[in-house]
Structures are given as structure tokens and as C-alpha cells.
T-cell receptor, first 110, second 118 residues
Framework: GIQVEQSPPDLILQEGANSTLRCNFS?????LQWFHQNPWGQLINLFY???GTKQNGRLSATTVATERYSLLYISSSQTTDSGVYFC????????????FGSGTRLSIRP | GAVVSQHPSRVICKSGTSVKIECRSL??????MFWYRQFPKQSLMLMAT?????????EQGVEKDKFLINHASLTLSTLTVTSAHPEDSSFYIC??????????????FGPGTRLTVL
């Protein structure tokens, strides 16, 4: 099946810093989503981005489907950005289930 | 974005009892619902997928008699952990999407249920 790899696995930054999280996938996909799991466990939808670039405030994402990767950019980090960031991909098939990467654990220090 | 609720958020039960967890889509039709289990500091593990009105499809290694899933309506799915044991203690998360043709297949997640079996 399709493999999803995220890097780096862990990232510690000072408040105000910028960061780039990467998601590589091993096969073509029909859908890609980025999520933030907060310390209470809730997964928050950040982007639905099968291709192209989107921006939402301090966050932006780019997916280059032909090269099988996606990037999540966080600018001017805040302590509330801490948590785990997951990317998940969907490939249309009889199963049609999204496959999660292993996540990037981000810690923002005040 | 769409909202998925989950109840209860936390439950503690004795070994041998059954626990039911509800998952509701509040503002969209959830033609497909998913149940995940997450262990500490790990990614989400898919347990089963259900389409409204159909039997759930379980992932390999997931006991269908232990984890009963019902998806009787377009807004409600339930997961019942039967005869729970301490090893069933975990964080359970439901998810939903509208899989109909023409709909954006974005998936939304509930806030999770932390189950502790004593």
C-alpha cells in the first residue's frame, strides 16, 4: 500500500520562529489533508490540498502532486501551535481510506 | 468547517463491562464514518470503516465481535467495546466524511474518547 513519511519527527523552536514540515508519499493520491492534533487530542483540519498552494493566516501549504510531496509552513510560531501535525492521503480505491503519516511533534518554547 | 461530536469524552469502566461511544456529524451528511484508535505518542490506527446502512469493514487484526460498529443513520455511528479489558484502554477517535459523488471528500474528526478499563 501507499507509504506516507513525515519529517522531521520532532521539532523544537522558539516563539516567533518559522518552520517547514514535509510529507512524502509513495504513490499518486487523490486527496491530501493536513491536521493539527492539539494537546487534548482533537484533530483540527488545517488544509485540504490535493494540489497547489493555500494560505490561512500564518499557515500555508503546498502540494506538488507530480513529485509526491507536500509542505506545511508555519510562520511566526506561537506556543499554541505546539502539538502534532499529521498529513494524511487518500487514494481512490474500493477501500477509500486515508493513510496517515507518523506525524511531526512540534514544541514552541516561549 | 464541518463539526463532528463524540460522546462521552472520557469513560472509566470495570473489566468485563461494555461501553458505547457515540459519534455524530452535526452539520453534514456522513455517508462514511471511520473509527480510529490511538496509543500514546503514535499515529492514528484505523479500526473500521462504515457506510450508512451497511455493515462495517474491519481492518486486519481488529476483532469485530469485540468492537461492534453501527452506522444506522447519516449523522450517527456508534462503537461498542464489549466485555472491555484493561488492554482495551486507549484513545478512540471517530471521523466522518460525505463520500457522495460531487462532494469534496474532506474528512473531519471528533474530539476523541479516552477509555480506561480498570
Amino acid at each position: 500500500g501507499i507509504q506516507v513519511e513525515q519529517s522531521p519527527p520532532d521539532l523544537i523552536l522558539q516563539e516567533g520562529a518559522n518552520s517547514t514540515l514535509r510529507c512524502n508519499f509513495s504513490d499518486s493520491v487523490n486527496n491530501l489533508q493536513w491536521f493539527h492534533q492539539n494537546p487534548w487530542g482533537q484533530l483540527i483540519n488545517l488544509f485540504y490540498i490535493p494540489s497547489g498552494t493555500k494560505q490561512n493566516g500564518r499557515l500555508s501549504a503546498t502540494t506538488v502532486a507530480t513529485e509526491r510531496y507536500s509542505l506545511l509552513y508555519i510562520s511566526s510560531s506561537q506556543t499554541t501551535d505546539s502539538g502534532v501535525y499529521f498529513c494524511a492521503v487518500l487514494r481512490y480505491s474500493s477501500a477509500s481510506k486515508i493513510i496517515f503519516g507518523s506525524g511531526t511533534r512540534l514544541s514552541i518554547r516561549p | 468547517g464541518a463539526v463532528v461530536s463524540q460522546h462521552p469524552s472520557r469513560v472509566i469502566c470495570k473489566s468485563g463491562t461494555s461501553v458505547k461511544i457515540e459519534c455524530r456529524s452535526l452539520d453534514f451528511q456522513a455517508t462514511t464514518m471511520f473509527w480510529y484508535r490511538q496509543f500514546p505518542k503514535q499515529s492514528l490506527m484505523l479500526m473500521a470503516t462504515s457506510n450508512e446502512g451497511s455493515k462495517a469493514t474491519y481492518e486486519q487484526g481488529v476483532e469485530k465481535d469485540k468492537f461492534l460498529i453501527n452506522h444506522a443513520s447519516l449523522t450517527l455511528s456508534t462503537l461498542t467495546v464489549t466485555s472491555a479489558h484493561p488492554e482495551d484502554s486507549s484513545f478512540y477517535i471517530c471521523s466522518a466524511r460525505d463520500s457522495r459523488t460531487g462532494k469534496v471528500p474532506e474528512q473531519f474528526f471528533g474530539p476523541g474518547t479516552r477509555l480506561t478499563v480498570l
